[in-house]
């Protein structure tokens, strides 16, 4: 059968993935396929005021949302709505060396992932800048980084093995996808600038053929950029490496800026290997994009 999530309240985008939802209930094709959206609007606290403290290692949905904080007094926090964003955890590093600040779907310690458990695998991120983007002239593990996407190292800028969108903040000033197998990576930089105050929509597709990623700044009606060159398949992990969905942003070894990301949206969708999925139905502005 078909399998859905959905949590909290929808969104201008989402009344397009819910008829997905719905069509996969319906379509006999369509047998065991995984659909999960994170709203990121739990985590209320009855009576309380904005912004409220999220504590680390607590699941506050039923995707297993969470924040992990490492450091000293990192934060994670659930803040005020915006017009078209509705559900909002906002991570903060502060300024203390490597400081590290993440959200995952499920907990840290249970890497379950596998992209060959999928035929056709996607994800899409929506996360907003803070208000300053740091900057330096040397290396990331001085100033730090913001990942997105896959990983199965926990709270590192240096996965062993991940699929990630990354903004390495003294070395690039756009996205870049990064894929890393075995701690060797291999990076594509986009066209996409990062400004502080902005709204980014970061995709990820896996199938037989490799890896493609879109990215842009957030639009309610246009498709994200696709990323050129791909599929890409250079240090793409072993499809049996398990791993985790995250948004990271961590301090290098010297205090930094404070950085800030907040994430709206995490969305994960895949057809399972074993059983496959009719022509008929690729999904909605996911795994029919690519």
Request: hydrophobic share 45%; glycine share 10%.
């Amino acid at each position: 059968m078909a399998i859905g999530y959905s949590t909290g309240t929808v969104d201008s985008r989402a009344p397009d993935y819910i008829d997905s939802i719905v069509a996969l209930e319906h379509n006999a094709l369509a047998q065991d396929c995984f659909v999960m959206q994170e709203h990121f609007n739990a985590g209320l606290v009855a009576g309380g005021t904005f912004p409220q403290t999220l504590i680390t290692a607590t699941a506050y949905s039923d995707n297993m949302a969470q924040v992990t904080l490492t450091g000293t007094a990192p934060t994670g926090k659930r803040v005020i709505s915006t017009l078209g964003h509705p559900g909002q955890w906002t991570l903060n590093t502060l300024t203390t060396a490597s400081n590290k600040s993440m959200i995952s779907i499920g907990p840290t310690g249970t890497l379950e992932w596998q992209t060959g458990f999928f035929g056709k695998l996607a994800f899409r991120a929506l996360v907003l800048t803070g208000s300053v983007i740091p900057v330096g002239a040397v290396g990331a593990t001085t100033y730090g980084e913001y990942r997105i996407g896959f990983t199965d190292t926990i709270n590192s800028l240096a996965p062993v093995n991940g699929i990630e969108w990354v903004f390495d903040v003294a070395v690039d000033a756009h996205w870049s996808l990064i894929l890393t197998k075995a701690s060797t990576a291999t990076k594509t930089v986009s066209t996409i600038t990062v400004a502080a105050s902005t709204w980014y929509d970061l995709q990820l597709y896996v199938d037989a053929s490799g890896v493609q990623a879109r990215a842009a700044i957030f639009s309610a009606t246009a498709l994200p950029t696709l990323l050129a060159g791909g599929p890409f398949v250079t240090n793409q992990p072993l499809t049996t490496t398990a791993m985790i969905p995250h948004i990271l942003i961590m301090n290098g070894t010297a205090g930094v800026t404070d950085m800030a990301l907040t994430a709206d949206l995490m969305e994960l969708a895949g057809q399972y290997v074993t059983t496959g999925l009719g022509a008929n139905y690729r999904g909605h502005d996911l795994t029919r994009s690519f």
